[in-house]
């Protein structure tokens, strides 16, 4: 399988709690993005790398939110002292860079969030 | 801001009725448009492109086009495995490789 991993697939925890998340792309897609996805909602975007480098942050990544991405490979996705808003499913997506047109991002299975 | 706009939030349909599916954006200077499909409890899965108002793209039973001011996507003769959320999704930003906004998504059903 050559498709955008992620791990873990579920994940609970506790309120305050700190999680990470990790996010393979595609092999050779230089572009990794964190999106967020509420039940009956649209992804929302959180976060955008080229290579190692994070290009972007959405209002919505807050201080206790933070992404990295060592050496321009596998993503992590930390959340420290989780709230119950939190809960969610985080979606990541990887892209190739193309010259001229918006390339398309494809999704991994996601990880889902429940902080009680 | 930029808005991406779905209609209807809900559709269902029996096996072989055609329909189409809306989605109204609002966005300066329009990258690309996507639409994906999704299933429960798992990620988008990508089906379509459009670049530029007159485009068309066909993957079996869907089609879909863009206008100026929004996409549609016709499913003919649907099957009930084509029952999913679909969501759409616009290219936001002054470079490529930037976010999507997406839109809220149509659940279909479609019944046997």
């Known amino acids: 399988d050559t498709g955008v991993s992620q791990n873990p697939r579920h994940k609970i925890t506790k309120r305050g709690q700190n999680v990470t998340f990790r996010c393979d792309p595609i092999?050779?897609?230089?572009?990794l993005y964190w999106y967020r996805q509420t039940l009956g909602q649209g992804p929302e975007f959180l976060t955008y790398?080229?290579?190692?480098?994070?290009?972007?942050k959405s209002r919505l990544l807050s201080d206790r939110f933070s992404a990295e991405r060592p050496k321009g490979s596998f993503s992590t996705l930390e959340i420290q002292r989780t709230e119950q808003g939190d809960s969610a499913m985080y979606l990541c997506?990887?892209?190739?860079?193309?010259?001229?047109?918006?390339?398309?991002?494809?999704f991994g299975p996601g990880t889902r969030l429940l902080v009680l | 801001e930029d808005q991406v706009t779905q209609s209807p939030e809900a559709l269902r349909l029996q096996e072989g009725e055609s329909s189409s599916l809306n989605c109204s954006y609002t966005?300066?200077?329009?990258?690309?448009l996507f639409w994906y499909r999704q299933d429960p409890g798992k990620g988008p899965e990508f089906l379509f492109t459009?670049?530029?108002a007159g485009e068309e793209k066909e993957k079996e039973r869907l089609k879909a086009t863009l206008t100026k001011k929004e996409s549609f996507l016709h499913i003919t003769a649907p099957k009930p495995e084509d029952s999913a959320t679909y969501l759409c999704?616009?290219?936001?930003?002054?470079?490529?490789?930037?976010?999507?906004?997406f839109g809220e998504g149509t659940q279909l059903t479609v019944n046997p």
């Open positions: 997506a990887s892209s190739p860079r193309f010259r001229y047109h918006q390339e398309t991002q494809y």
């Open positions: 092999s050779e897609h230089n572009r």
């Open positions: 790398f080229q290579n190692e480098a994070q290009l972007e």
């Open positions: 966005v300066s200077g329009l990258r690309g």
């Open positions: 459009l670049y530029s």
């Open positions: 999704a616009v290219a936001q930003g002054e470079t490529s490789g930037s976010r999507l906004t």
